[in-house]
T-cell receptor, first 115, second 110 residues
Framework: GAVVSQHPSRVICKSGTSVKIECRSL??????MFWYRQFPKQSLMLMAT?????????EQGVEKDKFLINHASLTLSTLTVTSAHPEDSSFYIC???????????FGPGTRLTVL | GQSLEQPSEVTAVEGAIVQINCTYQ??????LSWYQQHDGGAPTFLSY????GLEETGRFSSFLSRSDSYGYLLLQELQMKDSASYFC???????????FGSGTRLLVRP
């Protein structure tokens, strides 16, 4: 099956700092990558969709200047949470789809805690 | 609007069979996906249906009826480790973008 990795799995940072999360497709070329966040006991909330080489498309209510997304290659997308605050603490999950896949495959997620 | 409906919770006994239904109302339809998510983990892919009928993968099967806008996930020979949340999701075009249901929490009892 299609494998997606995510790094780091867990990060704790101080308020006001920036955090970068990497998402990689390991065995397929991900033309499209997605970034979600999930709060406890809730469903996934799509934050943005990125296509390789293009600017990301953000969902309504998601601040694009706060959540910077880069998808510079067919195997790597990054999400940078800028000037993080405690309310940004959440579980961030990436997923990817591309040639040879019918649907999205998810990374293992990154748990962000902002102190 | 676009919506998917699935039961919020299901409880079953170890060794039993359980069916989780999903009905959808979307502007288009390309395929129905199912994911499993354990507490604290990310969703993992279970199955995908684009055409009517039953897809079987080990203990798990997934069914789709496009005319009824309906699908289900069937879990057989339930094990304790199957206790998790299960999400159905619809792709409305070839973009890989998914619309998710709110998830069904399955509790398997001994």
């Amino acid at each position: 099956g299609a494998v997606v990795s995510q790094h780091p799995s867990r990060v704790i940072c101080k308020s006001g700092t920036s955090v970068k999360i990497e998402c990689r497709s390991l065995d397929f070329q991900a033309t499209t990558m997605f970034w979600y966040r999930q709060f406890p006991k809730q469903s996934l909330m799509l934050m943005a969709t990125s296509n390789e080489g293009s600017k990301a498309t953000y969902e309504q209510g998601v601040e694009k200047d706060k959540f910077l997304i880069n998808h510079a290659s067919l195997t790597l997308s990054t999400l940078t949470v800028t000037s993080a605050h405690p309310e940004d603490s959440s579980f961030y999950i990436c997923s990817a789809g591309g040639a040879g896949t019918d649907t999205q495959y998810f990374g293992p997620g990154t748990r962000l805690t902002v102190l | 609007g676009q919506s998917l409906e699935q039961p919020s919770e299901v409880t079953a006994v170890e060794g039993a069979i359980v069916q989780i239904n999903c009905t959808y109302q979307t502007s288009g339809f390309y395929g129905l996906s199912w994911y499993q998510q354990h507490d604290g983990g990310a969703p993992t892919f279970l199955s995908y249906n684009a055409l009517d009928g039953l897809e079987e993968t080990g203990r798990f099967s997934s069914f789709l009826s496009r005319s009824d806008s309906y699908g289900y996930l069937l879990l057989q020979e339930l094990q304790m480790k199957d206790s998790a949340s299960y999400f159905c999701a619809v792709s409305t075009d070839s973009s890989y973008k998914l619309i998710f249901g709110s998830g069904t929490r399955l509790l398997v009892r001994p």
